[in-house]
């Protein structure tokens, strides 16, 4: 087990010319990620300081510390490192709001279904992963976490246009409230998704298949798996003009959900197909840049061009975080996803140098463009490695320990 003193990390985290990484060798995998890690919370957090903060500084917005977080869950999960086990469970019970559900007053500029979901589901990887619960924290917050922002995203459904689906806002007077996204119901999808596995309970299914085909109905997903960002609904919009945009994660979010909807005791054989479709959809569409770059993840809607923002230079670790937790449950796809997964994260820690990881993996070095986002995607698409070999996510009836070991769950009747 991996474990070290977050405070003395200072050796572990100098970076010179790249991290060599062998892909084949559990050790190497375990001691690149835990360098990158302890450069992402050394850069970016600040919650162990006096005024310090459990938020990404500005200019981040505040979904993304949730999803750093969830990541941070998953490389403990993987690797066995629990440096950072205190600090990603007191950051998530932080941001719970007195309603357990992230609705946080004083986020409500910040605060959209997409945002909210992303921290559910940081709460839904602590949960399956038996994260240990902060000292002085109910029992069960994590399941009233992920439970909670269920029943918020059931009483948004909104059937007053598109038949259906969530907005992107939550609040009308922040911009995109007259538009639907893939993202927001997305996430509601993969949260449902994993609670209707967590818990047996086939509500949360029946929610998963409703938003999935609602998706499909307004052709945010096309007959070939490809995924688009979403439309409006205003004015009779009717989400008829979709954005063709397509973004890796809104791609991952959904190949994930899918892949835990085929797990599924008694899963309908449409899951298997839709994982499949999303998977062979993703890998042409994500990977190889360049004709020398042949593997390589990238954000084709923005990396080569030059025009990605914060938002979206994190979003190569959701991408390799879900097609490596699809291929925990689900062997068969490892053929597919676990190349790719090889050849990015071998040029992810190339970009690393002095502490700081790249933008674009495929030039072989850094490239003098990083942030926590970059950071993120680098940690998360090395510790994937070691999802083939993962031990499949928890349910209510069965923990699950991982390299960490876990956690007893306790839960209050």
Request: with cysteine; net charge negative.
């Amino acid at each position: 087990m991996l474990v070290k003193s977050f405070a003395l990390l200072g050796a572990a985290g100098s970076l010179a010319h790249g991290l060599k990484l062998d892909v084949n060798e559990t050790q190497s995998i375990k001691d690149v990620s835990s360098n990158i890690a302890y450069n992402l919370m050394n850069s970016y957090y600040t919650g162990n300081k006096t005024g310090g903060s459990v938020l990404l500084p500005q200019p981040y917005y505040w979904w993304e510390a949730g999803a750093m977080y969830g990541g941070l869950v998953d490389y403990w999960f993987y690797t066995g490192d629990s440096t950072y086990n205190d600090n990603v469970g007191k950051a998530i019970v932080s941001q719970a709001s007195s309603t357990v559900d992230f609705m946080l007053p004083d986020q409500r500029f910040d605060l959209g279904n997409d945002d909210q979901g992303f921290w559910a589901l940081a709460a839904m990887s602590a949960l399956e992963e038996s994260l240990p619960i902060p000292a002085g924290t109910p029992a069960n917050e994590w399941e009233a976490l992920t439970t909670n922002t269920f029943n918020d995203f059931v009483s948004r459904w909104n059937t007053s246009a598109c038949g259906g689906g969530l907005k992107w806002q939550i609040y009308p007077e922040n911009n995109g409230y007259t538009y639907k996204n893939t993202i927001s119901n997305g996430a509601f999808f993969q949260l449902a998704a994993r609670l209707a596995r967590y818990t047996g309970n086939s509500t949360y299914s029946d929610w998963a298949t409703k938003t999935y085909e609602w998706l499909e109905s307004v052709q945010f997903i096309d007959t070939d798996g490809k995924v688009y960002d979403g439309a409006g609904d205003a004015d009779g919009a009717e989400c008829k003009g979709v954005d063709h945009g397509e973004w890796s994660y809104n791609a991952a979010i959904l190949t994930y959900g899918a892949a835990v909807m085929w797990a599924l005791p008694g899963a309908n054989s449409s899951w298997e197909t839709r994982t499949k479709l999303l998977v062979g959809s993703a890998a042409e569409r994500f990977f190889s840049p360049y004709a020398n770059a042949t593997g390589v993840m990238f954000e084709q809607n923005c990396e080569t061009a030059n025009k990605c923002n914060n938002d979206q230079y994190s979003f190569k670790a959701y991408l390799s975080r879900w097609l490596g937790k699809s291929v925990t449950l689900h062997p068969e796809l490892e053929s597919t996803v676990m190349p790719l997964l090889k050849t990015s994260a071998t040029a992810a820690a190339e970009s690393c140098d002095g502490g700081k990881c790249g933008t674009k993996w495929y030039i072989g070095s850094y490239d003098g463009l990083t942030g926590p986002g970059q950071m993120m995607s680098a940690m998360e698409t090395v510790a994937s490695l070691l999802a083939r070999d993962a031990e499949a996510p928890g349910t209510k009836a069965k923990s699950a320990k991982g390299a960490g070991g876990g956690a007893e769950r306790r839960f209050v009747a």
